[in-house]
């Protein structure tokens, strides 16, 4: 069965340090997203990708990065991790443009200390 | 802004319909609303979507209000698994999480 997973479940990083997190999807969609999630807050948008060398900017990408050179994988990168990145990390994808439903991992919880 | 209003929770009890509303004032004429729901520990699931039609699937029914600034999702039958928050979403140019409602179903 095709499916989304995320890499590492569970993070302790310094701050300052960089860190990357993997999210994989076997769906073969083109369109890959990543979320984040405060304790009792709803998700918010750090970057998408509607394709192989497409990225962009979501609602809070400040301190993010991310590339795309297949389709399977959208890395995020923390290029110098702060406190106030600890959160809940989900990645996302869908089919092409339109209004499809995004099928999601399962989360990595990060924690920068 | 794409913006939804949900009420912050409800209660149900098990095997009783509920019926979780959302309103979305701003909503333009190619707006889709989404509804996805988190069970705790676990990454969103999606329920259902819709733009102007009632929309029925397995799992919920979408009722939209006739000048689509409302829409209620409804759980035919309750059950604890059901238990979760569920997001009403308005679909723009990308998906905007509010706080959702915070659904709890007693036995």
């Known amino acids: 069965d095709a499916e989304i997973t995320q890499s590492p479940r569970h993070k302790i990083t310094e701050t300052g340090r960089q860190v990357t997190l993997a999210c994989h999807q076997t769906w073969n969609h083109n369109n890959m997203f990543w979320y984040r999630q405060d304790l009792g807050h709803g998700l918010r948008l750090i970057h998408y990708?509607?394709?192989?060398?497409?990225?962009n900017k979501g609602e809070v990408s400040d301190g993010y990065s991310v590339s795309r050179s297949n389709t399977e994988d959208l890395p995020l990168t923390l290029e110098s991790a702060a406190s106030s990145q600890t959160s809940v990390y989900f990645c996302?994808?869908?089919?092409?443009?339109?209004?499809?439903?995004?099928?999601f991992g399962p989360g990595t919880r990060l924690t920068v200390t | 802004d794409a913006k939804t209003t949900q009420p912050n929770s409800m209660e149900s009890n098990e095997e009783e319909p509920v019926h979780l509303p959302c309103n979305h004032s701003?909503?333009?004429?190619?707006?889709?609303i989404h509804w996805y729901r988190q069970l705790p520990s676990q990454g969103p699931e999606y329920v259902i979507h819709g733009l102007t039609s009632n929309v029925n699937n397995r799992m919920a029914s979408l009722a939209i209000a006739e000048d689509r600034k409302s829409s209620t999702l409804i759980l035919h039958r309750a059950t604890l698994r059901d238990a979760a928050v569920y997001y009403c979403?308005?679909?723009?140019?990308?998906?905007?999480f509010g706080a959702g409602t915070r659904l709890t179903v007693k036995p």
């Open positions: 701003t909503i333009s004429g190619t707006d889709y």
């Open positions: 979403i308005q679909l723009r140019n990308d998906m905007r």
């Open positions: 996302a994808s869908s089919e092409s443009a339109g209004p499809h439903e995004q099928y």
């Open positions: 990708s509607y394709g192989v060398q497409d990225t």
